[in-house]
């Protein structure tokens, strides 16, 4: 029985073990890719160890695409985008989970059903509209198309119900204006769901790629997927660039997943797991 | 007292403003552009003349055969796979559990183009899979070059990015099965995989229900995967309804059929939901 036991579990470990290295194989790849020559990704037998190609990789890299630029872009669109989006969307929240008023379900459910709309359904329109506001190839072309993310109204809502209305009652009876009881009572209170809440729409907007491919058109208002992909579009490719570029834009997001996992996690799954 | 009914009303205000302007207008707008064809501002009403155009436009046919292939197959190996994995991952016997959930998890945290350009460049005819393929003795793989294999690729590749995703998902909804059941199917002498079909899958079906849908409406919209990772081809072998989309609007600026296949996937996604509630909603 013992022994027997004991197979079971050497064998689910060694399982898992080798499902977690297929996992893992494609980070380390493009990680190694990003030290070697274009070549080399392609030798035999193939290159596992680190290369000493790393800076000029970079170097290349940086001309291509200028790197400094992409990365603020990317980071100056998803930082902006997050702030904004989580204010307005946890206003919103607020109003539908801690008030009542005519028209209230209305356009909470206006929200929800717009949920099952594809995104497709709205970008020739956003095209038009931003071409005929000429703000084609800006950031705000970008950033506000989503500002109204009804997945995260929906997410903060429900956290907010939660929240014990009688605070809020004893708060006016003291006298305090509703957004001083919003920002000081209820705000402070929400930080676990406001973070969840932050990493989903700084990921949405991180990897959204199929809106800044359509409304950004030069390289030095590119984000970072849209200037991958043109890199990875050329007919010439220096697969040493491209995978020092894959491994610039994954490394940040990583970093911060491993530190934030449970909010993380959170977030993304639209707190279907606490 | 006036000013206090106002108060809800200025909290929602600038979501409804923005949600107005940048969401509810252009999901009605497109939907008036896909009864109108023309180019640029010369748009004229040609009633269902673009729906029909779809019956007879073989590369929409395609890229419709194309989505739904990835759709079928797909879906349903990913969400075994992580219901799978989270039963193992569950296990009493089990050490290390945030590690391999950490592990699993990661690949759902890169964006698509990123993964995307990894894959492709992993599956190239020299690539590194083919070398470990021909390294144990077998013939290496047209991964991109052969409209099954290229369609095979993208199968892999979206597994891996979703799987761990979904895992998490399932992980957390098998916490909520009371272990009495395991205990008293484990005493009746019922074994480990009679009791995952048993019951943790029977237990798990809202949370399977969910995952299904999450990932039908992500699959009908696919873009990204197929543009980056075989650029829809070899001949168009790989090409999908998002992408037609894409090319149709973009490449060729025909916004009105365009806009027609949008509402193309808008339907579909709100029949395929509709389906798989009935499906699996009618016995309770």
Known sequence: MKTQNKIKKVSLLVVLIIGALVSLFPFYWAAIGATNTSGSMFSKPPTLIPGSMLMENIRNLDESIGISRVMFNSLFIATTYTILALFICTMAAYAFAKFQFPGRNVIFTIFLLSMMVPYHATIIPLFKMMAALNWLNTYQAVILPNLAYPFAIFLMRQNLLAFPTSLIEAARIDGAGEWKIFFRIVLPSMKPALAATAIFLFLYQWNSFLWPLIALSTTDMYTFPVALSTLFGLSRIDYGQVMAGVTIATIPIIIFFLLLQRQFISGMLGSAVK | ?284
Not at chain 2, 220 to 229: A, S
């Open chain 2, 1 to 284: 007292m006036r000013s206090k009914t106002l108060v809800p009303y200025m909290f929602v205000a600038p979501a409804v403003i923005l949600f107005s302007i940048f969401m509810a207008y252009p999901i009605i707008y497109s939907f008036i552009l896909s009864f109108q064809s023309g180019q640029g501002s010369n748009m004229e009403f040609t009633g269902l003349d673009n729906f029909a155009r779809l019956f007879s436009d073989d590369i929409f046919i395609t890229a419709l055969k194309n989505t739904f292939i990835l759709l079928i197959i797909q879906v349903p190996i990913m969400i075994f796979l992580a219901l799978i994995i989270a039963n193992l991952l569950n296990s009493a016997l089990l050490k290390f559990k945030g590690v391999f959930r950490v592990s699993f998890f990661l690949p759902a945290v890169t964006s698509l183009v990123a993964y995307s350009i990894i894959f492709s460049i992993m599956l190239m005819n020299d690539g590194v899979v083919n070398q470990f393929i021909t390294a144990i003795g077998l013939d290496s793989i047209p991964w991109l070059s052969d409209p099954f294999w290229a369609k095979a690729s993208l199968i892999i590749a979206m597994t891996w990015r979703w799987v761990g995703y979904n895992m998490v998902i399932f992980l957390a909804g098998l916490q909520n099965i009371p272990e009495e059941l395991y205990e008293a199917a484990s005493m009746d002498g019922a074994s480990k995989i009679r009791q995952f079909f048993s019951i943790t899958i029977p237990n798990l079906k809202p949370v399977i229900l969910f995952t299904v849908i999450l990932s039908t409406i992500g699959t009908l919209q696919l873009f990204d995967e197929p543009f980056v990772l075989t650029k829809g081809g070899p001949s168009d072998a790989t090409l999908t309804i998002g992408m037609y989309l894409y090319q149709t609007g973009f490449r060729f600026f025909d916004f009105g059929y365009a806009s027609t296949i949008a509402y193309v996937i808008v339907i579909l996604i709100a029949i395929m939901t509709f389906i798989q509630f009935k499906v699996t909603g009618d016995q309770e």
